[in-house]
T-cell receptor
Framework: DTEVTQTPKHLVMGMTNKKSLKCEQHMGHRAMYWYKQKAKKPPELMFVYSYEKLSINESVPSRFSPECPNSSLLNLHLHALQPEDSALYLC?????????????FGSGTRLTVV | GNSVTQMEGPVTLSEEAFLTINCTYTATGYPSLFWYVQYPGEGLQLLLKATKADDKGSNKGFEATYRKETTSFHLEKGSVQVSDSAVYFCALSKDRGSTLGRLYFGRGTQLTVWP
C-alpha cells in the first residue's frame, strides 16, 4: 500500500458546525503532515507529527485541532471555522528524517465553509 | 533561509513542443529537491526527485538535474502531451535541524498543452 487516503473528499460545513477530516497511511511512515492549499497557490504547512507527537504548529488558529491517535492515522478537527478557511486540505506522510525519499500526499479534502 | 523560486506562468504549449520550467533554490547545506504535479481537482503527486548534486531525476519523460553550482533544478520534457496539462511545483526539503519535516514549495507553474 503506497497511498495516503483522505476522507471525506468534499465537505460543506456551517460556521457553527464541528467536523473532522481523516487521513490514513499504511506505509510505516512516522511523520505525517497537514497542509492547506488555496486556489492557484502552493500548499502551506499547518502541522507536523513525528512519531505521533506534534512537532510543528505553524501558528494555526485554535479552531483547527490536529490529533494523531496512532502511527497510521491523522485527524484534523474543525470547529467554528470562517469562510476564509475554505480550501483544499492535504495530508502527507514521509519517512522521518529521510526527506530525500519524498513525501506522499493524499488527494485532499475540499472544504467549503458557508 | 530556505526558499524556492519558480518561473512565472502560465505556460501554454502545443502538443509535442519542448518544455522547460525553471526552478532555483536557496538553502544551506545539501537539500533534497523535488518536482510535484497537481492535476485539476487532485492532490500532489511526486513527479521526480534528486538528493545530491549532479543527480538526474526522471519520470514519464520528464527530467531535472540537481545543479549545485547554479542552485537550479529545471524541469524539462522533450515532447509534451495534452495529458501533461497541470500545475507543477518545485520543492526542497532538509533532513536535519529545526526544519526537519518541512517542505518548501515554489509558487507553482500552470502548464496548458493544446492539441
Amino acid at each position: 500500500d503506497t497511498e495516503v487516503t483522505q476522507t471525506p473528499k468534499h465537505l460543506v460545513m456551517g460556521m457553527t458546525n464541528k467536523k473532522s477530516l481523516k487521513c490514513e497511511q499504511h506505509m510505516g511512515h512516522r511523520a505525517m503532515y497537514w497542509y492547506k492549499q488555496k486556489a492557484k497557490k502552493p500548499p502551506e504547512l499547518m502541522f507536523v507529527y513525528s512519531y505521533e507527537k506534534l512537532s510543528i504548529n505553524e501558528s494555526v488558529p485554535s479552531r483547527f485541532s490536529p490529533e494523531c491517535p496512532n502511527s497510521s492515522l491523522l485527524n484534523l478537527h474543525l470547529h467554528a471555522l470562517q469562510p476564509e478557511d475554505s480550501a483544499l486540505y492535504l495530508c502527507a506522510s514521509s519517512q522521518e528524517g529521510q526527506g530525500g525519499y519524498g513525501y506522499t500526499f493524499g488527494s485532499g479534502t475540499r472544504l467549503t465553509v458557508v | 533561509g530556505n526558499s524556492v523560486t519558480q518561473m512565472e506562468g502560465p505556460v501554454t504549449l502545443s502538443e509535442e513542443a519542448f518544455l522547460t520550467i525553471n526552478c532555483t533554490y536557496t538553502a544551506t547545506g545539501y537539500p533534497s529537491l523535488f518536482w510535484y504535479v497537481q492535476y485539476p481537482g487532485e492532490g500532489l503527486q511526486l513527479l521526480l526527485k534528486a538528493t545530491k548534486a549532479d543527480d538526474k531525476g526522471s519520470n514519464k519523460g520528464f527530467e531535472a538535474t540537481y545543479r549545485k553550482e547554479t542552485t537550479s533544478f529545471h524541469l524539462e520534457k522533450g515532447s509534451v502531451q495534452v495529458s501533461d496539462s497541470a500545475v507543477y511545483f518545485c520543492a526542497l526539503s532538509k533532513d536535519r535541524g529545526s526544519t526537519l519535516g518541512r517542505l518548501y514549495f515554489g509558487r507553482g507553474t500552470q502548464l496548458t498543452v493544446w492539441p
